[in-house]
Antibody, heavy 115, light 112 residues
Framework: EVQLVESGGGLVQPGGSLRLSCAASGFTFSTFWMTWVRQAPGKGLEWVASIKQDGTDKKYVDSVKARFTISRDNAKNSLYLQMDSLSAEDTAVYYC????????WGQGTLVTVSS | DVVMTQSPLSLPVSLGQPASISCRSSQSLVHSDGNTYLTWFQQRPGQSPRRLIYKVSNRDSGVPDRFSGSGSGTDFTLKISRVEAEDVGVYYCMQGLNWPLTFGQGTKLEIK
């Protein structure tokens, strides 16, 4: 069974940084693109970033380019999202998802940017 | 960017009645590999999204057969043949053809 468990969310001040992690199990992690999707409170889904199997190709939504960095460690079956220069608009539940086209989802981790 | 437009945004349905959600894309979702990358997700209240349908009409394992997807090119539909109480939630379409991946606004299904 595919399992994706996010961690690292919390309250951070505007301009601050946070690193999200996603622990994957139940599938061969190294053979899948991986993705982060976010959902602001009461709002819809927004794709944030995706990373290729070997980490050599990364895609970002324009609003996070140069601020967020997606990475992975295939030896640890883990996906990461380094988030810098955070603003209130980044407040959301962040979901880890398998595949570039998104098939399985984690339970999400809440990031709140507020002073 | 490919814009995904869903309608209606709110869908009150009586139990046992059919429901239909439309999703239109601003450009064709047909890939050069011949596949059409249109996906439907369900998000029940307080839960993570769950994939229901991929490549227009392929149902995921465990998805009841009352859910069906159809369409082509830029025009797609998710149908529920007989709505049950557990179907309450928000339904999203998503295109997987081009970066950035984009979602529809979501359609909130409620029981009338």
């Amino acid at each position: 069974e595919v399992q994706l468990v996010e961690s690292g969310g919390g309250l951070v001040q505007p301009g601050g940084s946070l690193r999200l992690s996603c622990a994957a199990s139940g599938f061969t992690f190294s053979t899948f693109w991986m993705t982060w999707v976010r959902q602001a409170p009461g709002k819809g889904l927004e794709w944030v970033a995706s990373i290729k199997q070997d980490g050599t190709d990364k895609k970002y939504v324009d609003s996070v380019k140069a601020r967020f960095t997606i990475s992975r460690d295939n030896a640890k079956n883990s996906l990461y999202l380094q988030m810098d220069s955070l603003s209130a608009e980044d407040t959301a539940v962040y979901y880890c998802a398998r595949n570039g086209r998104v098939d399985s989802w984690g339970q999400g981790t809440l990031v709140t940017v507020s002073s | 960017d490919v814009v995904m437009t869903q309608s209606p945004l709110s869908l009150p349905v009586s139990l046992g009645q059919p429901a239909s959600i439309s999703c239109r894309s601003s450009q064709s979702l047909v890939h050069s590999d011949g596949n059409t990358y249109l996906t439907w997700f369900q998000q029940r209240p307080g839960q993570s999204p769950r994939r229901l349908i991929y490549k227009v009409s392929n149902r995921d394992s465990g998805v009841p057969d009352r859910f069906s997807g159809s369409g082509s090119g830029t025009d797609f539909t998710l149908k529920i043949s007989r709505v049950e109480a557990e179907d309450v939630g928000v339904y999203y379409c998503m295109q997987g053809l081009n970066w950035p991946l984009t979602f529809g606004q979501g359609t909130k299904l409620e029981i009338k």
